[in-house]
């Protein structure tokens, strides 16, 4: 427990030192753990977690995660942007078919989807950054992922009795759940009232909003941890990597921001479009 926490304190730390900037700093290290977390999830779904050497399916991924962020930055979400997408589908197709029977068709897909899953789902702590008033909506991806896993494991552990997938994961409970939700609902209220007082951010119904936002945001955490966990089950693979002390590997810590990072993108801009 005190590696994880110690390892915590340090991503914390990390995180901060790459938020507050923004720019080319949150690019270029949010691409790197992209392409980290691409890689270990890839090769989870082929439960070969300890191959050290990218096969051609894996190169394209990783040239194609580096394109993504390269478009992100020039076009943001704009049509250019998404024909990286495409072009990393067309070319996976394209090594399936002409190395058949080389190739696994399962490799194919299993490529795109984590290039997809992992990279481009990521990039979202970027683009949320790059709002107007982004350098105080960013810190809502981590309150619903975050605060949400601490008050559900906390408060799951003293008060858990139901549970809340018990072939996934026997641990969770539903009274965690509900927890991790309420959890991140209240801090993403607190972190509203607490913007506004110091006058940083004032907004129509920040409080509220802020609290709604956490909420929602925690929901899908839970389901992308949830999820990450059945990827490893169902491979019959433990951690997705060794690079966390006490965490596993970047897919373990940052499972939830995945899926927080494009849902709290899409609701501050459509809850605050004047902002």
Partial sequence: MLTRIISGAIIFICILAMVIPGGYVLLGTTCIIAMIGFHELYHALSGTI?????????????????????????????????????????????????????????????????????????????????????????WLIFISSWISDTGAYFFGRALG????????????SVEGAVAGVLSAALIGGIYGLVLKNMGFLTLPYQITMFAVIGGVGSILSQLGDLCASGFKRDRGVKDYGKLIPGHGGIMDRFDSVIVTSPIIFALTFYLFPLA
């Fill in 161 to 172: 009795k139901h549970k809340l997938a018990p072939v996934l994961s026997p641990k969770k």
């Fill in 50 to 138: 300890d191959i050290k050497k990218p096969d051609s399916f894996e190169v394209v991924g990783l040239v194609g995660v580096a394109a993504w962020y390269a478009s992100i930055h020039f076009f943001g979400i704009a049509l250019e942007s998404l024909c990286t997408i495409m072009a990393v589908l067309f070319l996976e197709m394209g090594l399936y078919v002409f190395r058949f029977p080389k190739f696994k068709c399962e490799r194919a897909i299993e490529s795109v989807f984590a290039f997809i899953y992992c990279p481009v789902l990521l990039s979202f702590i970027y683009l949320t950054r790059e709002l107007p008033h982004g350098i105080w909506f960013v």
